[in-house]
C-alpha cells in the first residue's frame, strides 16, 4: 500500500515530447550535463540513451563539439604529440597509439582520426583516440625521391567516409634552386597510392636539410588546402579529391605569413589572422579573388594585457565541423564560434603554433556507471 501523499511527493510525469526538448538543449560540449541529467531517474536515463534520441540530438546540433586537441610539443623525450582533453568529464580517449618510434608528429585530425608522421622508423600512421587503433600506411609516399631527407616541409590529411583516405603532400629539391611540391593519395579500400602530382611553387624558406609541417589542411567540398612557406610570402596549395590536380594560389593581399586557413562565407574557401587585436577573415569568390568579409575584435574578449610587450595573439586551430577558430594569447587559447560570435577561453597550453582540434559526439553508453561512458561517432 502507498504511503499518503507518496504520488505528490514524486510529483507529475513528464511526457517524452518534454524530456526531449529538455535533451536538446544540452550542450554537446559539456558533456557533465548529460550526466546530471540521465541521474535524475531510470525513465530519462532510458530515454537519453536511446539511439534514436541520440540520432536525433547529433542531427539537431549539426557539428560535433570539439573535446580536446593536439599539440606537437618538439620534445625529443616524447615521441608522440600531446593530447589534451578539455571537456568535463573527461573522456576515456587513447592518448596515444600502441606503437614504438623515436618521435612522431601529428599532422591532421579530421572525422575522429588522427594522422602521425613517424621517425625511426620513418612513415605515416592513421590512429583512432576512440578506439585507440592505428594503421601504418605503405611506405611508397616516404621512398619517393630518395634524396637525404626525402623531402623538407611536408603535410597530410586524413579523410573518413567508410574506407579512409590519406592525402601526403610534400616538397623536394630537384637541384640546388629547384624546387617541387608534389602530393600522392591513399586509399585504404585499395591499399595504394596514386601517381604523384607535382608544382613548383617556387623556393621555400626551409632549406634541404630541414623537415617541417606546411600547417593543418582544410577540407572544403572536393578539394584540400594546406599553406606553404615561400620567400616572403605563403602560398596556398590546392588539391583536387576527383580530378588529382595540384595548383598553386596567391593568399589575401598583406597577409602575415601566419595566416590560416579557414572555412569561408557560404562555406567556401577562407583565411583568418590576427592584426593588432582584431581577428580579420577572408573569403575566396567566386569571382576569383580575395575579399575582407569579417572583422571581430578580440580586445574585451580574450584574456591578455593589452599593450604588454610578450603579447602575442595568434590563430593556432580550426575547426571544420563546428567552425570554430582557436587564438593563442600568451599560452591561454581562446576559442571563436563564427557562427554564433561567441568568445570563450578553452585551455591553457604552452605556447604553440598550432593545435589540432578534435571533434566528435559524445553521449552516454547503456551501463548506469559513469566509467561505462562511450564516444559515437
Not at 601529428?106 to 620513418?122: E, K, S
Not at 603554433?353 to 559515437?376: A, C, H, K, N, R
Amino acid at each position: 500500500m502507498e504511503a499518503p501523499g507518496e504520488k505528490a511527493a514524486l510529483g507529475p510525469v513528464l511526457s517524452e515530447a518534454v524530456i526531449g526538448e529538455v535533451l536538446f538543449r544540452l550542450p554537446p560540449d559539456q558533456p557533465a550535463c548529460l550526466f546530471r541529467a540521465a541521474a535524475v531517474c531510470q525513465a530519462w536515463r532510458t530515454f537519453f540513451t536511446s539511439p534514436d534520441m541520440l540520432r536525433i540530438y547529433r542531427k539537431h546540433h549539426m557539428a560535433p563539439p570539439v573535446l580536446g586537441f593536439l599539440q606537437n610539443t618538439g620534445r625529443s623525450d616524447d615521441p608522440f604529440p600531446r593530447f589534451v582533453t578539455t571537456a568535463a568529464p573527461s573522456p576515456p580517449l587513447h592518448h596515444q597509439p600502441e606503437f614504438e618510434c623515436v618521435y612522431s608528429l601529428a599532422l591532421d585530425c579530421r572525422h575522429g582520426r588522427v594522422l602521425l608522421h613517424t621517425t625511426f622508423p620513418l612513415g605515416l600512421i592513421v590512429w583512432s583516440p576512440v578506439t585507440g587503433d592505428h594503421q601504418l600506411l605503405p611506405e611508397e609516399p616516404i621512398q619517393l625521391d630518395p634524396p637525404q631527407p626525402p623531402y623538407s616541409d611536408f603535410a597530410g590529411a586524413v579523410l573518413c567516409a567508410g574506407p579512409f583516405h590519406v592525402l601526403f603532400a610534400a616538397t623536394s629539391y630537384e637541384d640546388v634552386d629547384v624546387v617541387s611540391t608534389w602530393a600522392i593519395l591513399y586509399s585504404s579500400e585499395t591499399g595504394a597510392w596514386t601517381e604523384p602530382s607535382t608544382v613548383h611553387p617556387g623556393a621555400v624558406m626551409n632549406s634541404p636539410d630541414v623537415m617541417s609541417i606546411m600547417g593543418p589542411s582544410l577540407l572544403v567540398g572536393d578539394a584540400l588546402y594546406f599553406t606553404l612557406g615561400v620567400l616572403n610570402n605563403r602560398t596556398v596549395l590546392t588539391y583536387n579529391l576527383v580530378g588529382g590536380a595540384l595548383t598553386v594560389m596567391d593568399p589575401p593581399p598583406l597577409v602575415r605569413r601566419d595566416a590560416f586557413l579557414v572555412t569561408g562565407e557560404g562555406g567556401g574557401l577562407g583565411v583568418a589572422a590576427v592584426e593588432g587585436y582584431s581577428l580579420r577573415l577572408w573569403s575566396w569568390e567566386a569571382a576569383g579573388r580575395w575579399a575582407l568579409c569579417r572583422v571581430i575584435d578580440l580586445e574585451m574578449s580574450i584574456p591578455f594585457t593589452i599593450g604588454a610587450p610578450i603579447t602575442q595573439l595568434k590563430v593556432i586551430g580550426f575547426a571544420e565541423m563546428s567552425d570554430t577558430i582557436f587564438v593563442s594569447a600568451n599560452g591561454i587559447i581562446s576559442s571563436v564560434q563564427l557562427r554564433s560570435g561567441r568568445v570563450r577561453k578553452f585551455s591553457k597550453t604552452p605556447n604553440s603554433d598550432t593545435i589540432f582540434p578534435f571533434e566528435i559526439f559524445y553521449t552516454l553508453g547503456t551501463s548506469l556507471m559513469p566509467t561505462y561512458v562511450s564516444v559515437l561517432s
